[in-house]
């Protein structure tokens, strides 16, 4: 396992410039966009929908790549579009050019920092790297951290974002995340290689993509425009945006080390109850109580609720397909999760350009009943998958 954790530890290298790089973007792109270039929040979900849905395309193909072809190659390959995305967003500000900076770096803000969302399509191929070098009793840990450290790194960089101007910003992400391409020379990833036509866990798969999919219109509609949300409604600055956004990543970060506990305790299925079901109750408080303090509050707080079981989750996924189909398997649960959010950021566009700012949060949380009831129908009799 010493080789294996010497793997682990240069993909974690690779993780981190990109978490750098991802929360220095995710703060800078929304004033780039609202402040900068004048635009408004319909064009802004507008690029945003584009991103999720070549995010979508592109989390595919990587996935599906990634086992037919190899893993190290296609994370190379993959890894190159950030640099080059915020390279482009740094060079021009026409809404042509913001469009094809998004596209190719997958701005679609459908996630968390730590989960994806800016550079969203290499994650499958990082997933099934971490589940193929990890055994299963240790990987809710090992996803654990690489979300924590990963989550870390995006709340500093969006906390780095207080101190740089928007330009400077994606100049920054572009220099280190070109870094980090670097560390994917030395990994070495084994996996014998699958074939196009074998995909014996499709009906797992097909459960893990249409809870997926619910799971993505639910944080298409809220979380890409949660940062709009405050400067739109409360008209907060960059600087003290930046700041709460480093404190609720780094929330949100540290509450992924429960995973591991939630996962021995309740299982993966009713750790997702949980806590999925108590951030739904705050964002569903969020735009209908005007106090700027409980906002914040609520800011911070749900995006740890939300992501807490991830890595429970991504275990039960991995464990249940086999390795010559994990690739495809994180893909397609990607492309249905990304596919289903792009409708619903349209969606919250339109309603924040109408300023209806209360019905996105409102479905929101009707959707995240349905999903984990869903859960429970799908996976709610397995055991768990850690000792």
Same mark, same amino acid.
């Given at each position: 396992?010493?080789?294996?954790?010497?793997?682990?530890?240069?993909? +974690?290298?690779? !993780?981190?410039?990109?978490?750098?790089? /991802?929360? $220095?973007? =995710?703060? #800078?792109?929304?004033?780039?966009? @609202?402040?900068?270039?004048?635009?408004?929040?319909?064009?802004?979900?507008?690029?945003?929908?584009?991103?999720?849905?070549?995010?979508?395309?592109?989390?595919?193909?990587?996935?599906?790549?990634?086992?037919?072809?190899?893993?190290?190659?296609?994370?190379?390959?993959?890894?190159?579009?950030?640099?080059?995305?915020?390279?482009?967003?740094?060079?021009?500000?026409?809404?042509?050019?913001?469009?094809?900076?998004?596209?190719?770096?997958?701005?679609?803000?459908?996630?968390?920092?730590?989960?994806?969302?800016?550079?969203?399509?290499?994650?499958?191929?990082?997933?099934?790297?971490?589940?193929?070098?990890?055994?299963?009793?240790?990987?809710?840990?090992?996803?654990?951290?690489?979300?924590?450290?990963?989550?870390?790194?995006?709340?500093?960089?969006? +906390?780095?974002? !207080?101190?740089?101007?928007?330009?400077? /910003?994606? $100049?920054? =992400?572009? #220099?280190?995340?070109?870094?980090? @391409?670097?560390?994917?020379?030395?990994?070495?990833?084994?996996?014998?290689?699958?074939?196009?036509?074998?995909?014996?866990?499709?009906?797992?798969?097909?459960?893990?993509?249409?809870?997926?999919?619910?799971?993505?219109?639910?944080?298409?509609?809220?979380?890409?425009?949660?940062?709009?949300?405050?400067?739109?409604?409360?008209?907060?600055?960059?600087?003290?945006?930046?700041?709460?956004?480093?404190?609720?990543?780094?929330?949100?970060?540290?509450?992924?080390?429960?995973?591991?506990?939630?996962?021995?305790?309740?299982?993966?299925?009713?750790?997702?109850?949980?806590?999925?079901?108590?951030?739904?109750?705050?964002?569903?408080?969020?735009?209908?109580?005007?106090?700027?303090?409980?906002?914040?509050?609520?800011?911070?707080?749900?995006?740890?609720?939300?992501?807490?079981?991830?890595?429970?989750?991504?275990? /039960?996924?991995?464990?249940?397909?086999?390795?010559?189909?994990?690739?495809?398997?994180?893909?397609?649960?990607?492309?249905?999760?990304?596919?289903?959010?792009?409708?619903?950021?349209?969606?919250?566009?339109?309603?924040?350009?109408?300023?209806?700012?209360?019905?996105?949060?409102?479905?929101?949380?009707?959707?995240?009943?349905?999903?984990?009831?869903?859960?429970?129908?799908?996976?709610?009799?397995?055991?768990?998958?850690?000792?």
């Amino acid at each position: 396992m010493t080789g294996d954790r010497a793997q682990l530890w240069w993909l +974690l290298v690779f !993780r981190g410039t990109r978490s750098i790089s /991802a929360g $220095l973007i =995710a703060i #800078a792109f929304p004033y780039l966009v @609202l402040e900068q270039a004048g635009y408004g929040a319909w064009q802004l979900g507008l690029i945003y929908t584009a991103a999720a849905l070549a995010t979508a395309a592109m989390g595919l193909a990587a996935g599906f790549l990634a086992d037919l072809w190899g893993r190290k190659a296609t994370l190379l390959l993959i890894g190159t579009m950030l640099p080059v995305s915020s390279f482009i967003a740094w060079s021009g500000h026409s809404l042509l050019w913001l469009f094809l900076a998004a596209i190719i770096g997958g701005y679609s803000a459908t996630g968390s920092l730590m989960s994806g969302g800016v550079g969203g399509a290499v994650q499958p191929i990082q997933s099934a790297i971490i589940a193929s070098l990890a055994n299963v009793e240790r990987r809710t840990f090992y996803f654990s951290l690489f979300s924590f450290l990963g989550g870390m790194l995006a709340a500093g960089g969006a +906390l780095l974002g !207080r101190v740089l101007s928007v330009e400077t /910003a994606f $100049l920054a =992400a572009t #220099a280190i995340s070109l870094v980090g @391409l670097v560390a994917i020379w030395p990994l070495r990833v084994n996996v014998r290689r699958g074939r196009m036509s074998h995909l014996p866990s499709l009906k797992v798969i097909g459960q893990f993509s249409l809870t997926g999919a619910l799971n993505g219109f639910s944080q298409g509609l809220v979380m890409p425009f949660l940062i709009p949300f405050f400067v739109l409604v409360y008209h907060l600055p960059q600087a003290r945006m930046a700041t709460y956004a480093f404190i609720g990543g780094a929330l949100a970060s540290c509450a992924l080390f429960a995973a591991p506990v939630l996962e021995r305790r309740f299982g993966f299925v009713r750790a997702i109850a949980l806590t999925r079901g108590i951030g739904a109750v705050l964002i569903l408080v969020l735009p209908l109580w005007h106090n700027l303090a409980l906002a914040l509050a609520i800011y911070v707080l749900a995006p740890a609720l939300r992501i807490a079981a991830i890595p429970a989750q991504q275990t /039960a996924l991995t464990e249940l397909v086999s390795q010559e189909e994990r690739g495809r398997a994180l893909g397609l649960n990607q492309v249905t999760r990304l596919t289903a959010s792009a409708g619903a950021v349209s969606l919250t566009g339109y309603s924040f350009s109408a300023s209806d700012f209360a019905l996105p949060f409102e479905l929101y949380a009707v959707l995240i009943a349905i999903n984990i009831g869903l859960y429970f129908r799908f996976f709610g009799d397995l055991g768990r998958f850690t000792n």
